[in-house]
């Protein structure tokens, strides 16, 4: 069992991989579990809309409660279930963050994959959870970095969430819309430079926008080849 968080700046991605990224291993026989844990904002059940008789934010505030009422099964993929969180509430400490890691140890030998969707910049207080993962992900929107300083600026982005409790470090491109050649060469030297394998890039994609309004993970629809591929690197090296 492995436990894989996503994480990176506000708006990359990150719900979208999360879902999709789950949705295709649970497609591939793995039983995954993906954790809502972006206490801030919790939006992933706008992606996936599965009845949720008790959210995350239940379990931290009472953490008696039983953990099958946080799970939601989802009906059309065998072996991919949610643990989804809503706006409730008003403070939110290192303590919450603290249950959350909890949780995951309670549930990690029931599953064969947890994805863990963190909230955006990864705050002081969540680092309790990046602690509890066996690897990082960081989400890099590739629309956001100058195109002149893209190396530099992608050391800068790996630096900037390369934290002490990080235990393995790989990292997405999303909306990379650049040639191949170039993207290569840009794997080849982050590669070099920190010795962190870049899993895939994810093209900007209109299914993947449709995703929040639809409510179903927009793998579901159709195939979506980037996603596969960033699931067989993790079932191959992480996994
Ligand atoms: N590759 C993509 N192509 C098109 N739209 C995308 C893609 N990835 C994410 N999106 C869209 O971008 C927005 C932000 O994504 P989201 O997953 O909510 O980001 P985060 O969780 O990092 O804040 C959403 O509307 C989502 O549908
Ligand atoms: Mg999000």
Request: hydrophobic share 40%.
């Amino acid at each position: 069992m492995r436990v894989v968080g996503i994480t990176g700046s506000g708006g990359v991605g990150k719900t979208t991989l999360s879902v999709n990224i789950a949705s295709c291993l649970a497609a591939t026989g793995v039983r995954t579990l993906t954790i809502d844990a972006d206490l801030y904002f919790p939006d992933m059940s706008s992606h996936v809309r599965v009845p949720s008789p008790r959210s995350i934010h239940d379990y931290v505030t009472n953490p008696e409660i039983d953990t099958e009422w946080l799970i939601s099964q989802y009906n059309k993929i065998k072996d991919l279930y949610f643990v989804l969180g809503e706006v409730k509430m008003k403070e939110i400490d290192a303590h919450a963050f603290s249950m959350v890691s909890g949780l995951i140890e309670v549930l990690k030998n029931y599953y064969g994959a947890i994805i863990v969707d963190f909230p955006s910049g990864v705050p002081i207080e969540s680092l309790p959870l990046l602690s509890s993962l066996d690897l990082q992900l960081i989400v890099i929107d590739l629309r956001k970095i100058p195109l002149v300083d893209l190396e530099i600026s992608i050391l800068n982005t790996v630096y900037k969430y390369w934290k002490d409790e990080t235990k393995k470090l790989g990292v997405i491109f999303n909306f990379a819309d650049l040639p191949e050649r170039r993207l290569e060469v840009l794997e080849e030297y982050i590669y070099s430079e920190l010795g962190v394998h870049i899993l895939g890039e994810v093209p900007y994609t209109h299914s993947l926008l449709m995703e929040p309004y639809l409510g179903i993970p927009a793998c579901l629809d159709g195939e979506l080849p980037s996603i596969e591929r960033i699931t067989q690197e993790l079932l191959k090296y992480y996994l």
